[in-house]
């Protein structure tokens, strides 16, 4: 019997709870084992709920319990779950996390003390909700040089974008119903303002050029700004706007950022409405492929969650072995403001799209009302 424990009972927990117990025999049949959730970490009590009696308030009982192979982290927020995973991994425990927050923080950290210790930390379901995007990343950056890796990166904002853009719904309204289906964090703030995308798109980069830096060191801006006006005026423009996170190499560093951007309609992104995710990955022998799927919700992101589970308990995980994460600074970065891009400039029937320019360019360029967006 494999014996697993989850920390935090909450959407994502809760829903990994739910998919091992309907995949059970599915899953004793492919590691040949049965799968045990022996207990569950969390500060409340699930009375009448199916697993309600594997609940545990210290975690100690779990660190210590030398039955316990694999911890699935399902807690949210850094503080305790980078130090539980941590003490988790040290003890000898494989685990699994949703986490992105941590991993974004101190991955470099926790994927080296896996590797110290003879365990596995994997965290396919950080990015990208359901979507299997991580490990073909993997794989592929082993292989050939990637270079770019770009997405629509948060269920949330997408939603409020599509809902805004189709229905005119405004932006509280759309927000309070992604809030309700379990797709925003905890303190909505973190999908809105681009946090959750900055914290996605640093694991992303991470694996694609082997460098960490920090979420709060790259350039961040959310969804707040953009104007039901400025959807309408892209439309016509022949694109949409999208809140994208961006890596590539540029002037001899790593260019990192997340931004609401105007994207063409003849490019995927621009089709990937609600809170579906996508994540173009660019490499030189490959050319552009595109990873679509469900990029929030309880199931899909326990589902991938279910697979890191299942990638280790069977001994089918390889990809680990390319994970080495150098962690970076601020030098890691190239200085955003000397890139020159095209710009969409949102003003009614004077909106258009730009020659290649810098920011501080297309900054002059607007009269007082205008946004601009960078053109992907
Ligand atoms: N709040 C996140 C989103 C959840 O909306 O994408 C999945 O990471």
């Given at each position: ?39 569950i ?5 699930f ?5 309600g ?40 425990k ?16 926790l ?35 990637v ?63 082997g ?25 016509a ?52 492929v595109v ?28 990809s680990?072995?390319a ?34 320019m ?16 960078p053109?992907?």
């Amino acid at each position: 019997m494999h014996n697993i424990a989850i920390l935090g009972f909450g959407t994502v927990g809760s829903g990994l709870g739910e998919a091992l117990l309907t995949d059970r025999e599915r899953l004793a049949r492919h590691l040949g084992d049965g799968l045990d959730i022996k207990y569950i970490l969390d500060l409340r009590e699930f009375p009448g709920h199916p697993l309600g009696d594997r609940v545990v308030h210290d975690f100690n009982i779990i660190l210590n319990d030398p039955e316990i192979e694999l911890v699935a982290e399902m807690m949210g927020g850094s503080h305790p779950a980078y130090d539980f995973s941590l003490a988790a991994l040290k003890a000898g425990k494989h685990v699994v996390t949703s986490n992105k927050e941590v991993v974004a923080n101190f991955g470099a950290e926790l994927l080296e003390t896996a590797r110290q210790n003879g365990v596995r930390y994997l965290f396919e379901a950080s990015v990208g909700g359901g979507i299997p995007v991580l490990r073909p990343i993997i794989n592929e950056a082993v292989l050939h040089e990637v270079r770019s890796v770009r997405g629509i990166l948060n269920g949330t904002t997408n939603y409020i974008l599509t809902q805004m853009r189709i229905h005119g719904t405004p932006f509280a309204d759309a927000l309070s119903a992604a809030q309700s289906m379990g797709y925003a964090e905890a303190n909505p703030t973190a999908d809105v303002d681009g946090l959750d995308a900055a914290r996605k798109i640093v694991i992303l980069a991470a694996l694609a050029f082997g460098v960490i830096v920090k979420p709060d060191d790259i350039p961040v801006k959310g969804i707040r700004d953009v104007r039901p006006e400025d959807l309408q005026a892209a439309g016509a423009c022949g694109g949409t706007l999208k809140l994208i996170g961006s890596a590539s190499r540029e002037c001899g560093g790593l260019l990192i950022s997340v931004r609401p951007c105007f994207v063409r309609h003849d490019r995927l992104l621009a089709h990937v409405d609600d809170v579906f995710n996508a994540v173009s990955v660019d490499t030189g022998v490959l050319g552009e492929v595109v990873y679509y799927g469900a990029g929030a919700g309880k199931l899909p992101t326990a589902a991938a969650v279910e697979a890191d589970i299942t990638d280790i308990l069977s001994g089918s995980v390889q990809s680990q072995e390319a994970l080495t994460w150098k962690a970076g600074s601020r030098d890691d970065l190239c200085d955003a403001s000397l890139v020159s891009y095209s710009w969409f400039i949102s003003g009614g029937t004077d909106s258009r799209i730009t020659e290649p320019m810098t920011e501080e360019a297309v900054k002059k360029l607007c009269a007082a009302g205008q946004n601009y967006y960078p053109c992907l």
